[in-house]
Structure formats: structure tokens, C-alpha cells
């Protein structure tokens, strides 16, 4: 390509359209980020200090439960919606409507509302317990678990998953699938071999659509998972909106938060592309 | 192409929906054969092609191979292979893993595999090309890499399903020269569908002129093309001039009001009949003297010849000749009696 004076010219009549969004990022994004990251080395009086972040090492306990809970609740995720976005790609019509209403109906609900919903359906004397009183068990503890807490998230974020691991596989053609068939694999193998490594990218995707706000959720540990099952979006919280005002703390947990979803995500990416790799050789 | 029969389809009926798509078909299939199913879009050719591949399964009738009965036997379970109508190469595998894919699925050694596929891909012409991206072929070039993936497995026959229908046309004609040859060095059945007739005649021992999921007529290009057995196929073997007649006795019919000598018999007494002739079976000839005479309506240049459209009291016959004529002038026509088909009047 030449490099002359024109052609700098036209592409930077090229990047005209793309300034409104340059100009809300730097404004929407840049800037508050860099505030963020301002608070979290300062202190109250504005001085620079390290001594938010080494406060935060206080709540690596909770740190660590927010990572243990949303990985928890993310590989479920994957697994409900796999098979689910499978199915749901292969379906015609009528049949293919209706599963995809039954997946989408929950989101158009508010999320205050469905998380409160569980919490009458797993409370001591809920819907649950009540129903098992019946027959003379229970009442069985579930709300204010570990548990009770992964079952919002999954809940909650598993939509995230179905829609790109389901737009990924419906790109996967029937007579692909049909080739493969065709030059000897079974149900299996036709998995194994072709539908999982195609759709991969949306799987990759969805674990990043559930992971990154399950780990960062204080609505679903505060109303299913109670006083004991605090997670780091609750510490932040409290720094900004509870009693402990202090946001130049919060600001610090969230940056080590963000470090720590980067490092996730670029571990799984790592190995996600090793995992295609496995497969082509 | 052998003797001995390798496929056979006994009576077999297809229903999508309550609509018949395969009304009772009947054909037997020989080993080495290359064997072609013509029709129209919507006739059942590419149907009854995934029947013998296993990804329909007829709501009634059988289908034999080698004599044994395969209806429920699953896809990956047959000894065919498919070259699908879009490829449909695995875009996440390159070349080599492509055509390597069915050598891995069965386990076989590395090594041998890597022979193998290198085997193929020379004789798809495609050497150099192992690493190379599916996206970053051209369209000729996948054609190939399908012909090569099916090809690996040494299936007893091979299906095409319309291969060359994405490729231009002098890719087209190369292709064709190229799986005619590879069919015979191979010495494998092919079962070829297309619905260009051109191709049909150009590659096959046989064509299955199929329509409305009936088999219409099974013969050699020759038998289709010189003797086709009703209107439909006529028509659709190249271009023809169907008109009314009228059987008076044997070898002689009537059409466009004229008595001619012809060489079929076997008709009822005044059976109202088709008559079918070839636009290059036309003689032009003198105003005055032919049986038959008209007016050009319009001449238009093919290359080869020119195409001359005649009216001829309201029907519009088409000629192929090599000599033009001028629009508006008044020429007459005669056919030789060889060149006169006669056919039974097609239920309508």
C-alpha cells in the first residue's frame, strides 16, 4: 500500500465516524478509570499511599470465596447451557420458539425480583421446605449457603451463556455435521471433532459474560447467601454506600479485582487456544 | 463398469410432511458405474441420493447393498462417502486435516495416514497445499479438497450432489474431464446428481431422468438423447419442438396439418400423439416446396449456430442452423422420417 500524504488524509476522514465513540470512552471509561485507580493510591487527604491495597490483602479470604463461587458457578453454566444451546440450534420452528421464549422469559424479569424470589423458595419455613414438611422431612437449611449463592448466580447469568455458545452453533452448518457423519464419526465423535471445536469461541465468550459479574455480584450473596458468605462486591459496596465510607479502599478492592478477572480471563484464553490447537493436531 | 449390481432401490417411498417426494422408485445400480439422476429442482434426485448415503430413511421400500438390506444402517456405518453440493469442509481443520479426517476417526497409523492423504491430494492436484486455510481456497480448489476427503476412505461408491453447480463454466469443464478420470483410474461407482443435462450426457455410462419423484427414463446419454421415452424427457435432453399429432397407422403421422413418413409403430388407429423434433433435425428449405412453412420471427446468434424461432401458423418452431436468415422472411421446413420421435401424450 502507498503511503503517501492522500492516503493519511482519507483515513483520517476514515476515523471521522468512530469520534463520538472515541470521545465517550475517554470520557465514560478513561477517565473515571483513572480516577479509580487515583483513589485507590491515595488517602482521604488526597496523599499518595499504598496502604489501600495493603488493606485490601485483608479481605483476600473473600476475594479468594468470590473466585471459588463464581468459577463454581460459571463451569455450571457451561454445562446446563451446552447441551441446551445444542438442542435449541438443531430445533425448527415452533419447537425451537418456545424453548427460546422459556430461556429468554426469566431476563425480561427484574433481578431484584427473581433473587427475592428464591429466597422465599429456599427459606427455613419456604416453598421447598414446606412442600418436604408434607411428607415429614426437613426443614432442610439452603438459604444462607454457599450454595444458595452459586444457584443465583447460575440462575441469574445463565442466559449470558446459552446466547453465544447458541449463535456460535447455529453458524455450524447441518451439512458439516452430516459430513462428518459421513466419513465415519458417530454421535461422538461428530461432537468431539467438529461441533465442540467450532463452537468454542462462544463458549469462550460465555464464560466470560457469567464469570466476570458473578465475581463481582453483592445482590445474590446478600439476599440468598446472608451475613456469613460475603462476597468482594459486598466489601466494595460497603466502602461506597454502607457505613465504612471510605472509597478510597473500595477503589483499591476494585482494582485488585479487575487485575485479577484480566488474569483470569487471559489464563482461560490461554488455554483455550491450546485447546484448539490439541484438536488440529 | 461391471456387471454384477451393487445398489439397488426396491420400491421406495418418501414423505416429508404428507408430501411424496420419492413415488416408488426402482432402480438397480452397478459396480464401477458412474450413473447420473437428472430432473428439475424439486424431482428427487438429490433425495434418493441421500438415501443410498443413509441421511433419509424411506417410509417404505428397500435398499440393498451388495445384496444386503442397509434401510436403517446410519451414515457412518455405510461404505459411501459424499461430496456435498457446499462442500461442507470442516473450517476449523486445514487441508491435510481435512482429507485426513476419516482416516483419524478410524484410528488409523499416523504414518500411513500421512501417505494416504498426500496420495489424494495428488490426485485431486492440490501437492503444496496440506497447510493451507480452508477460507483461503478458491472455490475450485475446495471442490477438490471434498473430492480428496471423500475420496481417502476408499468408499465403494462415491455421491456427488450437485459438486460443480458453484464452479464457473470452463471450471466446470475441467472438473467433469477431472472426476471422469479419477472414476475410472479408481474403478469406483459414482452416483452423480445434477440437474444440467449437458453434464449428464458428457460424464455418465447411464442417466436417471427423474421428475415429480418418478424415474422417467434410464438409458445411456444416447438412448436419452436419441430416443426419449415421453415429451418430458425430450424437452428436458436439450431443447425440442414438441407439437400434436395424430398416429394415422404405422410410419405415418400427422402434425401441423401435414401427412409425413416416420419409423415408429405400435399406436392405436388415430392416437393423438407428441411429436417431438430436434431444432437441428430441421431442414430449411424452399417456400414453395416444403410441407411446412412460416415466417422468422427471430434469429439469434449462439456461436456454434444460430437459433431461429419460425412461426409457422401459431406454433413457434426452433431451428439450429449454421446458416442464418433474414427476420421476416418466409422459409419452409421438412424433417427426415429418422428425425420424427413419436411419444405417447403424457397423463397430464
Redesign the interface.
Known amino acids: 500500500m502507498k503511503n503517501t500524504s492522500e492516503s493519511k488524509k482519507s483515513k483520517l476522514w476514515g476515523a471521522l465516524p468512530a469520534a463520538p465513540y472515541v470521545l465517550w470512552m475517554v470520557a465514560f471509561i478513561v477517565i473515571p478509570l483513572g480516577m479509580v485507580v487515583f483513589f485507590a493510591l491515595t488517602d482521604s487527604q488526597g496523599q499518595f499511599t499504598l496502604e489501600n491495597i495493603a488493606r485490601g490483602g485483608e479481605y483476600m479470604s473473600v476475594l479468594l470465596r468470590s473466585i471459588k463461587l463464581a468459577a463454581i458457578a460459571t463451569v455450571l453454566c457451561v454445562l446446563i447451557a451446552y447441551p441446551l444451546a445444542y438442542i435449541l440450534s438443531r430445533k425448527q420452528g415452533f419447537q425451537k420458539q418456545t424453548l427460546f421464549i422459556m430461556v429468554m422469559l426469566p431476563m425480561w424479569m427484574n433481578f431484584l425480583l427473581r433473587t427475592f424470589a428464591w429466597m422465599t423458595i429456599l427459606e427455613n419455613n419456604g416453598l421447598i421446605n414446606k412442600f418436604l414438611g408434607l411428607f415429614g422431612i426437613g426443614p432442610l437449611h439452603m438459604i444462607n449457603t454457599q450454595g444458595a449463592v452459586i444457584l443465583g448466580m447460575v440462575y441469574n447469568y445463565i442466559p449470558f451463556m446459552i446466547l453465544p455458545i447458541y449463535t456460535t452453533m447455529c453458524k455450524i ?1 447441518n ?2 455435521i ?9 454421535t461422538f ?1 461428530v461432537m468431539a ?2 461441533v465442540i ?2 463452537s468454542l469461541p462462544g463458549v469462550s465468550t460465555g464464560i466470560t459474560m457469567v464469570f466476570v459479574p458473578a465475581i463481582s455480584t453483592f445482590i445474590i450473596s446478600k439476599m440468598l447467601g446472608g451475613g456469613t458468605n460475603q462476597l468482594i462486591g459486598d466489601i466494595i459496596e460497603l466502602q461506597f454506600l454502607g457505613n465504612s465510607y471510605n472509597p478510597n479502599l473500595g477503589s483499591a478492592i476494585s482494582l485488585v479485582l479487575m487485575v485479577v478477572v484480566l488474569l483470569c480471563m487471559s489464563i482461560m484464553n490461554n488455554f483455550d487456544d491450546e485447546e ?1 490447537e490439541g ?2 493436531l | 463398469m461391471k456387471d454384477n449390481i451393487l445398489i439397488s432401490l426396491k420400491d421406495v417411498v418418501v414423505e416429508f410432511d404428507g408430501q411424496r417426494i420419492l413415488k416408488g422408485i426402482n432402480l438397480d445400480i452397478h459396480d464401477e458405474e458412474f450413473v447420473t439422476f437428472l430432473g428439475p429442482s424439486g424431482c428427487g434426485k438429490t433425495t434418493t441420493l441421500r438415501i443410498i ?3 433419509v430413511e424411506p417410509n417404505s421400500g428397500d435398499i440393498f447393498f451388495d445384496g444386503k438390506k442397509i434401510n436403517g444402517v ?3 456405518k455405510r461404505n ?3 461430496v ?3 462442500y ?7 487441508v491435510f ?1 481435512n482429507v485426513a ?2 482416516l ?3 484410528k488409523m497409523d499416523k504414518k500411513q495416514i500421512s501417505t494416504k492423504v498426500r496420495e489424494m491430494l495428488k490426485l485431486v492436484g492440490l501437492v503444496g497445499f496440506e497447510n493451507r486455510n480452508i477460507n483461503q481456497l478458491s472455490g475450485g480448489q475446495q471442490q477438490r479438497v471434498a473430492i480428496a ?2 475420496l481417502v ?1 476408499e468408499p465403494k461408491v462415491l455421491l456427488l450432489d450437485e459438486p460443480l453447480g458453484a464452479l464457473d463454466l470452463k471450471l466446470r469443464k475441467e472438473m467433469q474431464t477431472e472426476l471422469m478420470r479419477i472414476q475410472k483410474s479408481l474403478k469406483i461407482t459414482f452416483i452423480y446428481v445434477t440437474h444440467d443435462q449437458e453434464e449428464a450426457l458428457t460424464m455418465s455410462d447411464r442417466v436417471v431422468v427423474m421428475k415429480d419423484g418418478e424415474i422417467q427414463q434410464i438409458g445411456t446419454p444416447q438412448d436419452i438423447y436419441n430416443e426419449p421415452k415421453n415429451a418430458f424427457v425430450a424437452d428436458f435432453i436439450g431443447e425440442s419442438n414438441i407439437i400434436d399429432g395424430v398416429m394415422y397407422e404405422d410410419f405415418e403421422v400427422e402434425f401441423a396439418g401435414q401427412a409425413f413418413k416416420c419409423v415408429d409403430k405400435g399406436f392405436a388407429e388415430n392416437e393423438r400423439v407428441d411429436v417431438v423434433i430436434r431444432p437441428e433435425d430441421i431442414i430449411v428449405g424452399d417456400y414453395e416446396t416444403s410441407p411446412i412453412s412460416g415466417e422468422v420471427e427471430s434469429v439469434i446468434f449462439k456461436g456454434v449456430h444460430y437459433e431461429i424461432t419460425v412461426d409457422a401458423h401459431g406454433y413457434k418452431w426452433l431451428i439450429h442452423s449454421t446458416q442464418s436468415q433474414p427476420v421476416g422472411a418466409h422459409i419452409g421446413m421438412n424433417v427426415r422420417p429418422e428425425d420424427i420421435h413419436i411419444m405417447k401424450k403424457m397423463e397430464a
Request: hydrophobic share 40%; glycine share 12%.
Open positions: 452448518g451439512d458439516v452430516e459430513a462428518a457423519q459421513d466419513l465415519g464419526g458417530n465423535q471433532r467438529v471445536p467450532l484448539m484438536r488440529i | 448415503g443413509g441421511f446410519p451414515p457412518y459411501v462417502n459424499t456435498f453440493q457446499r461442507a469442509l470442516f473450517p476449523h481443520l486445514n486435516d479426517f476419516g483419524n476417526i478410524k476427503r471423500a476412505n
